[in-house]
């Protein structure tokens, strides 16, 4: 499938809309996509190789809570190879529920392009991933990251 890459961890899956946009990134599970956009397909299939990949001009179309795209759009920002906790999330929003920021990144619907992996906690543990920690190690040793196996 066009729109499906293979990873030593499972299938990830890329849905995109009419015009281009991804509007899922599915990992360890294969969908199928009416429209791909190839242009996107091959940059992720370059992360997920090991390439040092810029995903900030890639479109998006997300469909959540003005809460959420605020958190999602902070954590877009964050560098490869760079972690951020939580906590750090929280206080450049304004929002002292550090566990909110937690529960608005499980509603990430294009994991890896919006960096959710990169989010720690702040003792340096991992903390959580919706496609379980097995898919956050990997992708964080993908960019050279160590993290404390604090779960």
Not at 36 to 58: A, H, M, P, Q, S
Request: charged share 25%.
């Amino acid at each position: 499938m066009k729109n499906t890459l293979e990873t030593e961890l499972g299938p990830v899956s890329l849905v995109f809309d009419e015009e281009g946009r991804l509007l899922r990134l599915l990992m360890g599970r294969i969908q199928e996509s009416r429209f791909v956009n190839e242009e996107v397909v091959e940059l992720v299939r370059r992360y997920l190789e090991g390439g040092r990949v810029d995903f900030t001009g890639v479109p998006v179309s997300l469909e959540v809570s003005l809460f959420v795209e605020k958190v999602l759009e902070v954590v877009r920002g964050i560098p490869y190879g760079k972690v951020v906790s939580y906590r750090y999330i929280g206080d450049l929003i304004g929002c002292r529920g550090y566990r909110a920021v937690g529960v608005a990144l499980r509603m990430n619907p294009v994991p890896i392009v919006i960096p959710c992996h990169r989010v720690i906690r702040s003792d340096g543990g991992l903390g959580g991933f919706s496609a379980g920690l097995e898919w956050k190690r990997f992708l964080l040793s993908l960019e050279g990251v160590l993290v404390d196996e604090k779960d």
